[in-house]
């Protein structure tokens, strides 16, 4: 039987790819640090997706063992992995989602503006492969800062001449994973139930968690409300000093980011009422990215919603959350500028 990864080598073996029978109607997606913390789990489940029928697992170690190991699960999607620079083109090429989790994660007292230096040029560079290679794809950035990674991509896709700022997303889905557990826990209600939109940004207090919309009604105290405002703006930091220097959030992010994929998947394929938080550009502020509940459809981002009724803590919250965005997003613009 031929296999069905590409490795190392472009000659070959990549052709046996073409013989290795998946589903005929979903979607490719390519994932690209496939081999991570974040990437192996994510890895895992968009090959359990149904909606997916190709998977590209790219990073610069370890694809080998990791796309070997996911293509045996008995599912429809065909695995092929991509290792090293010289196979990112071929990894993105044709590809409907890329999704970016690639770069370094948090260490115990780091921010998540503290990954800059490195993570900057390495979504830059990925995302140069994607402008040329894959311009119609929908790009869904996890990589630290959020807040600074997704104008670095828009940047670098207007130099390109490729932009579409429907098609370029921030993942601000664990936030809001975050905030209907936080709320599901205090309020005694299933998490599946609750329905907190999370909006501003992915850092710190430009986390803001809507508390007066949450789905079902809840009222809250004011002390509750203090408290699932700090958890939900730092569950991030929880995790990275639970893991003590050995990581941040994995499984639960790779959980999110596949509820947020398959939400930009079902959007594709045209379902209606498609709806997520995630960090776009935007014209609900004054500045030019900003999180908030967006329809996602054929084209990517086809609507983005309004912020809604604030109460004054949430208006205190978001002032607090456009200073420190303005300053990340023209971080990340005078990076692929200068
Ligand atoms: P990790 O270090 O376990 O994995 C990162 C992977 O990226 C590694 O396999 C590495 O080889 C690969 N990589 C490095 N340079 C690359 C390049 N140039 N091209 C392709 N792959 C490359 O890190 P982890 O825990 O998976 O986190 C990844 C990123 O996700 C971090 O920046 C982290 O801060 C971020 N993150 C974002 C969250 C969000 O809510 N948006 C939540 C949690 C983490």
Redesign the pocket.
């Known amino acids: 039987n031929p296999p069905n990864t590409q490795m190392g080598e472009s000659s070959g073996p990549a052709r046996w790819n073409c013989r290795a029978k998946g589903g005929s109607s979903g979607f490719k997606v390519a994932i690209?640090?496939?081999?991570?913390?974040?990437?192996?789990p994510l890895a895992m489940l968009m090959k359990m997706n149904p909606l997916v029928s190709v998977l590209h697992l790219?990073?610069?170690?370890?694809t080998h063992g990791v796309t070997a190991d996911i293509s045996h699960m008995d599912t429809g999607a065909v695995v092929r992995g991509f290792l090293g620079?010289q196979q990112?083109e071929d990894a993105v090429t044709g590809v409907d989602v890329v999704i970016?989790?690639?770069?370094?994660?948090?260490k115990p007292g780091m921010t998540?503006d503290d990954?800059f230096n490195?993570?900057a040029?390495?979504v830059k560079?990925?995302c140069e492969a994607i402008a040329k290679c894959s311009p119609q794809a929908i790009v869904n950035?996890?990589?630290?800062?959020?807040n600074s990674?997704v104008p670095i991509a828009a940047e670098v896709f207007k130099k390109a001449g490729t932009y579409d700022p429907r098609r370029v997303l921030?993942?601000?889905?664990?936030?809001v994973v975050r905030a209907n557990t936080f709320v599901g826990e205090v309020m005694g209600l299933d998490p599946r139930e609750v329905d907190c939109p999370v909006v501003g940004g992915?850092a710190g207090v430009t986390i803001l968690p809507l508390l007066s919309q949450v789905k079902p009604p809840c009222s809250f105290t004011q002390k509750e409300i203090d408290y699932l405002t700090d958890r939900i703006q730092n569950g991030?930091t929880e995790?990275v000093e639970a893991k003590a220097g050995t990581?941040?959030?994995?499984l639960?992010?790779a959980y999110?980011?596949v509820k947020f994929a398959d939400a930009c998947l079902r959007g594709l394929r045209g379902d209606a009422g498609v709806v997520e938080c995630a960090y776009v550009s935007s014209q609900v502020t004054e500045l030019p990215f900003f999180a908030s509940k967006v329809r996602l459809g054929r084209a990517g981002v086809e609507e983005i919603y309004p912020l809604g009724p604030l109460n004054e803590y949430e208006r205190a919250g978001l002032e607090k959350a456009k200073k420190e965005l303005a300053e990340s997003i023209q971080k990340g613009v005078s990076f692929v500028r200068k």
Do not use: E, F, K, W
């Open positions: 690209l640090g496939a081999a991570g913390g974040i990437g192996q790219y990073d610069v170690v370890n620079q990112l970016i989790p690639a770069g370094v994660p948090r998540r990954l490195i993570n040029g390495i560079t990925l950035i996890i990589s630290n800062p959020v990674t921030g993942v601000t889905m664990l936030d992915h991030g995790v990581g941040s959030a994995t639960s992010m999110a980011a």
